[in-house]
């Protein structure tokens, strides 16, 4: 217990400073929330992809098990209703990305939020490529504003919402208009001349860059940067480590999963979106581009929260004879189904405890592994579909391959691994207690004698 406890402070000392420094930066913040945000569009862009392949297609999973076709047998006509829903979510996702980004530095840096968003989704269309022309028409691409573009709105939205926090709050820049002056108009003008000059600022840059790189800044940059990232997040052995981290933060009370977000979703973000868009032209997830992803560990490393503490909460009722934790698995047992899981990681608590600390990190890596064997084998399709965090257990796994049953078997496997790993050390924990009682009654004695 010695050698844990010097761990223990150890491990505070290094990552708690880190990790608080990180969640604190603006930039990384700024990328964070703006994933946050913009999750619930794309999130309606999948709902669309599910309701399409598993309701309205003849041969999706519902469709077959409910026999709907056979009741309303013109039903696939109405896939054409939703799927423009797609166009105004996962396929112009870079657009949303780029504007929050630049007003969420504008909301830290105590500027005008909404007109650094503005002037940021303005200054990635300054930058676009070229317009095609097509029997002298123009045409704009969409290839930039959706997955494809994100790691030029990511570093488009932090210049800007930096230059313009800063540009704005010079008094030689603003423009100061009557007090009769309507409040929109006198915003507008103190802005003005910082718009200004940031715009023609991107577009010199990207003259120079079109001069010395053809095809542009955005394909520049999806080369250099963003295709290896994507290629390094495609890959076990990425998802494991990003997993690690994260429920090592969580141990010292760290939010993990929202400390490397940013990482995170830039690893991950395109390859998931290529994979919704393969769904959405091939209404299947078999034959998906991007095997691994990061929804392997939704789908089969956090039932219950992050380090799959619905395997805990099992091995609790199962095996614990420790009051105290039945009572608070009783009370996180509600919230652990929907993987929301701060009462049992705060009440029991899982945060330096130095029994459950392998287990939690454990757990999620040897599940992440089992997934991602399963879909690498092909006796699953991979976890294309994007299913809501909130979504009970297996049904996750069930949802996210488009309603394939070996996935939902899987995912249940996976829970019994989870308990089956969780046991020893919820016994170990009970006998820790006990020891402990039993020391608290000798000490007792001992004064009472004295």
């Known amino acids: ?25 603006r930039h990384v913040v700024a990328i964070r929330d703006a994933f946050i945000l913009a999750f619930p569009i794309t999130m309606a862009g999948s709902l669309v992809l599910l309701l399409n392949f598993a309701i309205l297609a003849p041969d999706g999973f519902l469709a077959k098990i409910l026999f709907l ?29 780029v504007f929050l980004i630049a007003r969420n530095i504008a909301i830290a840096l105590k500027a005008d939020e ?20 097509v029997e002298g028409a123009n045409y704009l691409s969409t290839q930039w504003v959706g997955a494809q573009g994100l790691f030029v709105a990511i570093i488009v939205g932090l210049l800007v919402g ?94 993990g999963p929202n400390t490397i977000a940013a990482i995170r979703e830039g690893m991950f973000a395109e390859a998931g979106i290529e994979n919704l868009n393969f769904v959405a032209a091939n209404g299947t997830a078999w034959g998906a581009p991007y095997p691994t992803t990061w929804a392997i560990n939704d789908a ?26 039945r009572d608070i698995g009783k009370l996180s047992i509600a919230p652990g189904l929907f993987n929301i899981n701060e009462p049992i990681i705060f009440g029991l608590p899982v945060v330096l405890n130095p029994i459950l600390i392998i287990p939690f990190i454990l757990v999620p890596a040897i599940n992440i592994i089992i997934g991602w064997t399963a879909i690498h084998f092909e006796w699953i399709p991979p976890i294309a579909y994007s299913v809501p965090w909130t979504t009970p257990g297996p ?56």
């Open 114 to 133: 909404l007109l650094s968003g503005i002037t940021g989704l303005s200054t990635f269309f300054i930058i676009y490529p070229q317009y095609l022309n």
């Open 1 to 25: 217990m010695g050698f844990m406890a010097g761990f223990e402070r150890g491990m505070e000392k290094v990552l708690v400073p880190i990790a608080a420094k990180l969640n604190s930066q």
């Open 69 to 97: 076709h056979k009741l309303f047998p013109n039903l696939a006509d109405y896939q054409q209703v939703f799927t423009p829903v797609l166009n105004g979510s996962t396929n112009i996702l870079s657009m949303f990305i």
């Open 395 to 450: 049904i996750l796994a069930f949802l996210g391959t488009g309603g394939n049953w070996w996935a939902l078997i899987l995912g249940f496997v996976c829970l019994a691994v989870s308990t089956l790993i969780y046991m020893p050390f919820v016994m170990a924990a009970n006998k820790a207690a006990a020891i402990e009682s039993d020391n608290i009654t000798t000490t007792k004695s001992s004064e009472l004698n004295a």
């Open 300 to 325: 089969f490393a956090n039932y219950g929260g992050s380090g799959m503490t619905l395997g805990l909460l099992i091995a609790i009722f199962l095996v614990s004879k420790r009051k105290d934790y």
């Open 162 to 255: 930096e230059l313009f926090s800063r540009l704005s709050k010079s008094e030689k820049l603003q423009v100061k208009m009557p007090p009769s002056v309507p409040p929109a108009v006198a915003r507008t003008f103190k802005v003005l001349f910082p718009i200004i000059i940031i715009t023609l600022i991107f577009a010199i840059g990207n003259a120079i860059i079109n001069a010395l790189y053809e095809d542009g800044l955005h394909q520049f940059i999806y080369t250099v940067l963003q295709t290896p990232l994507k290629n390094i997040g495609d890959s076990v052995i990425s998802l494991v480590i990003l997993a690690v981290v994260s429920n090592l933060l969580w141990i010292f009370g760290i939010h």
